[in-house]
């Protein structure tokens, strides 16, 4: 029993300390949240930048979006506009196997929500 205590324990420290490193990276505002703006009738392109060997921004058509590693599972700070989640899904996806089990939405807007309603 105790043994599950302190495997939930170790895994929100991690949880805990990945949401400190992303809050640094959306503070960090690593380029304007605009600058890599695309038209929804055009594909979407999401380039990536790597941080540090577990953390990642991207840049797509709906502005940044952190990537940050963990032993198991993907955190994410914030997703894209619908149309542009499939091509965020493949580079997170040639960034690692892991699957994005949390996200962080730093705000709301109705087109703002691809993988919050995506699977």
């Not at 929100?12 to 990945?18: C, Q």
């Not at 503070?27 to 990642?56: I, T, Y």
């Not at 960034?95 to 993988?115: D, E, G, K, M, Q």
Request: hydrophobic share 45%; proline share 5%.
């Amino acid at each position: 029993m105790d043994s599950h205590r302190d495997i939930a324990e170790a895994e929100m420290r991690t949880v805990n300390r990945l949401a400190r490193n992303a809050l640094v990276l959306v503070m960090s505002g690593l380029a304007p949240a605009g600058a890599h703006q695309a038209h929804e009738s055009e594909q979407a392109v999401v380039s990536a930048e790597q941080l540090s060997d577990r953390a990642w921004c991207l840049f797509g058509p709906g502005g940044n979006v952190g990537v940050l590693l963990g032993p198991e599972a993907i955190l994410m700070i914030d997703d894209q506009y619908d149309y542009g989640a499939p091509s965020l899904r493949a580079k997170v996806a040639s960034i690692s196997p892991l699957p994005i089990r949390y996200l962080v939405n730093t705000h709301f807007t109705r087109w703002r929500l691809a993988l919050t309603c995506i699977d």
